[in-house]
């Protein structure tokens, strides 16, 4: 089940200057990101919280989906994202209605939540992200 909108990935090409835009814009101090906190590794981000949302601007090395998605189509909104309490439930129920997943099994950050991402021909063109946070232990 969704339980909330939990953020919006924005692709760029250059990284600094775009979260100095950002921040500037949003009045928001970046907190950046590790690692550990993309489920795919060779991503950077920098994540501008607006009251409990994130907007992460994050870039790729050469090959990773990000980067593919700037050379592609230029900067701009990569994926939404939405927490969810079990991905794998989750996945099934919404395959039943038409959404086609990118991978075939939820995928498991380094952080220890679970992600798997929509397709985005099955979403009108607009990659999903849905995510289940880690267990907090």
Aim: hydrophobic share 40%; no cysteine.
């Amino acid at each position: 089940m969704i339980k909330r909108f939990y953020g919006l990935n924005i692709a760029v090409k250059d990284f600094d200057e775009a979260v100095k835009k950002y921040s500037a814009v949003l009045g928001v101090e970046p907190k950046y990101m590790s690692p550990d906190d993309f489920a795919v590794p060779g991503h950077k981000g920098a994540a501008l919280l607006i009251g409990d949302v994130a907007i992460n601007i994050i870039s790729g090395e050469p090959g990773t989906s990000a980067a593919k998605f700037v050379e592609n189509r230029g900067d701009g909104v990569f994926l939404l994202s939405v927490e969810v309490t079990d991905v794998e439930k989750d996945q099934e129920e919404l395959a039943k209605k038409g959404v086609q997943f990118v991978s075939a099994k939820p995928v498991t950050s380094r952080a220890g939540g679970k992600v798997n991402w929509a397709h985005p021909k099955s979403m009108n063109g607009v990659q999903w992200e849905f995510y289940q946070l880690p267990e907090k232990g």
